[in-house]
Every structure is written in C-alpha cells, then in structure tokens.
C-alpha cells in the first residue's frame, strides 16, 4: 500500500479562548491516499473546516500528528511550514480568492511564490487553463467570468505546481447544479492521478457520486467511513 500523500493521525484541536474555548476536534485520524476523491460531511460546526485547516498547515493541532508525504510537521518552523503549504497542497475555496488580475496571471502567481518566473510559467499557465477548459478565457478578468469559470482558474492555480495534495472547501456551494457537477468532474479527474488526492469539505449531497470514500464527522470525532458508489465512474470526459 502506497505511503498516504497526508494524513492526520489522532488529532486534537481546540478554537477559541477563556469561556468561549471549545474542543472543534476530538482525536481525529484520516488518511489520503493518491488516486482517491475524499468527501468530508458533516453538520454545520461538526469540524469539517477546522480539519481541513490543520491537514492543510494552516492550524497547528494541540496534539496529535499530521503528515505531509510521510514527514511529520510537528516542530517545523512557520518559514518551512509555508513552503510545506506552497509545495505539496493546494487550496480551492468556495469563494475563489482570486486576484483581481487576468485568469493566466493569477495561475502564473502560484509558480511565482515558488520562486518559477521564466516563459516556461507562461506555457504551464496556458496548459493548465486549457486542461479546465478555459484557454479561450485566459485574458479575461474574473468580473468577466461566471462563477463556474471563477472556480475553474481557482483549481487551475491549486493544481499548476503539481501538488500532491488538493483541498477544497465546498468547491461547489456558490454554483448551480449544473456547474457544480463540472467542477466536480474535474476535481474527479484529477484525483485519478495515482500521485494526488482530493479532499472535498461540502454539504452537498448530489455530489456523492463523485466520491471514492466518503467521510462523516460529528462533533469533532470521525463517526462513520463509507466506500463511494459503485456507480461512481460518472463521466469524466
């Protein structure tokens, strides 16, 4: 069995401070693995969001150990830390966090902080633009594009470094059914890269077909782990 690409093991979390301080997770473990879409579900404050955050070194857990292709992170310094975050994971978030500058620029800004400023970053924005559907777009600015195509250049710059890892936090909440079921087709097929996996937090129900498992979490604990659908190989074409 191949070496998870991250993975959560026995993970505490607390949010909040004085009075208000609650336990968000209680002894969480989970793994990716590549070639796999994971759906994480869960109840509005069940801690869906707090352990996306902490697996994608965003949030230093209390306790408990998170990895990141193997390697332990506990310790490491917040320098080496972002640089863990800029090379193996990449963030889709329901809201896009796009820059207001043109679609190929804001995929070529994912290479730049990696230090990548050559012609070559042109070419790999363009190829990536163009796996997502939008080489047609990539002079336009995101007030140009709907929100299906908004989300379409966030998943070009979460995926235009190689990341092993893709974490999306309901990709597909602010789209209609017809533009989340894309978005999720495209997340599906780049899951089938045996080198990365897709974790997707949502509450959406239509699109558990898109699942190979499917995660549940109640307060803060993992209560239940089920395999995808049979009949999940929807068309990814």
């Given amino acids: 069995m191949t070496e998870p690409v991250l993975e959560a093991v026995d993970v505490v979390q607390f949010l909040g ?58 310790g490491t310094d917040p320098e080496a830390l972002a640089r863990l975050r800029r090379d193996h994971i990449g963030f889709i978030f329901q809201s896009y966090h796009l820059f207001p500058t043109l679609a190929e620029e804001n995929v070529r800004l994912a290479l730049d902080v990696r230090g990548q400023r050559s012609r070559h970053t042109v070419k790999a924005a ?33 995926i235009v470094g190689q990341t092993q890892a893709i974490l999306a936090d309901e990709p597909t909440g602010a789209l209609d059914a017809e533009n989340g079921q894309a978005i999720m087709s495209l997340l599906a097929k780049i899951a089938k890269d045996q080198s990365r ?13 898109f699942a190979d498992r499917i995660v549940h979490i109640e307060d803060g604990r993992i209560v239940n782990e089920e395999s995808g659908s049979p009949a999940k190989k929807v068309s990814m074409s």
């Fill in 17 to 74: 401070h004085g009075a208000g301080r609650v336990q968000a997770l209680k002894g969480v473990s989970l793994s990716l693995r590549g070639g796999e879409l994971v759906l994480l579900m869960g109840p509005s404050g069940s801690g869906k969001t707090t352990l996306l955050s902490v697996m994608g070194c965003l949030m230093t857990p209390v306790g408990g150990i998170v990895r990141v292709g193997g390697q332990p992170i506990a």
């Fill in 126 to 158: 363009r190829d990536v633009l163009g796996m997502v559907g939008l080489a047609h777009k990539r002079k336009s600015f995101p007030l140009e594009l709907s929100g299906g195509e908004q989300q379409r250049v966030a998943i070009a710059r979460a």
């Fill in 197 to 209: 996996a897709v974790l997707v937090v949502t509450h959406d129900p239509r699109i558990l077909p």
